[in-house]
């Protein structure tokens, strides 16, 4: 498969882009995956996540780490960027924000085995961490753990 054949139906790679409005209207795009039938970890790690509290209005912020095992699709880098980008005026509890970004993932590249942590930064007094995971990785690959520090307050 060549470069143009895998890259044709991008439609965000390569030039300006406007951030989406809305995590429902972001469109998070895939290519095909260059080593299928290899198993592999791709991380994506986000630290300056950011939505809104559905109640307030009042932003949050989080650390968020995103494992794939990849079968046939990888995400496309920048349409990921975007589609995160879009929390940033989108009402959400840490809970759904987490799980929803883990299931559009799934939803889009049907990937063997994902992972996501979400470190959310203390609102009132009280760090959320949010964790999802699709089910077992497959055996005998190397998935790095996430060593996220807990959220300690000042010392």
């Given at each position: 498969?060549t470069?143009?054949?895998i890259?044709?139906?991008?439609?965000q790679?390569?030039?300006e882009?406007r951030?989406?409005d809305?995590p429902?209207?972001?469109v998070?795009?895939k290519?095909?995956?260059?080593?299928?039938g290899?198993d592999?970890?791709?991380?994506?790690t986000?630290?300056?996540?950011?939505?809104l509290?559905?109640?307030?209005?009042?932003?949050?912020?989080?650390?968020l780490?995103?494992d794939?095992?990849?079968?046939?699709?990888?995400?496309?880098?920048?349409?990921?960027k975007?589609?995160?980008g879009?929390f940033?005026?989108?009402g959400?509890?840490?809970?759904g924000?987490t799980?929803?970004?883990?299931?559009?993932l799934?939803?889009?590249?049907a990937?063997?085995?994902?992972?996501?942590?979400g470190?959310w930064?203390?609102?009132?007094?009280?760090?959320?961490?949010?964790f999802y995971?699709?089910?077992?990785?497959p055996?005998?690959l190397?998935?790095?753990?996430q060593d996220?520090?807990?959220y300690r307050g000042r010392?």
């Amino acid at each position: 498969m060549t470069d143009e054949t895998i890259y044709r139906t991008l439609t965000q790679l390569g030039g300006e882009t406007r951030m989406p409005d809305s995590p429902e209207t972001a469109v998070l795009e895939k290519v095909a995956n260059p080593h299928a039938g290899t198993d592999y970890v791709v991380r994506f790690t986000a630290p300056e996540f950011t939505s809104l509290c559905p109640v307030t209005g009042q932003p949050d912020f989080a650390f968020l780490m995103i494992d794939y095992v990849p079968d046939g699709w990888l995400v496309e880098s920048k349409s990921l960027k975007l589609y995160l980008g879009s929390f940033r005026n989108h009402g959400a509890f840490h809970e759904g924000c987490t799980v929803d970004i883990a299931k559009r993932l799934e939803a889009l590249m049907a990937p063997k085995w994902l992972r996501i942590g979400g470190y959310w930064y203390p609102r009132g007094g009280m760090p959320i961490d949010v964790f999802y995971q699709s089910g077992e990785p497959p055996r005998g690959l190397w998935i790095p753990p996430q060593d996220v520090p807990i959220y300690r307050g000042r010392p």
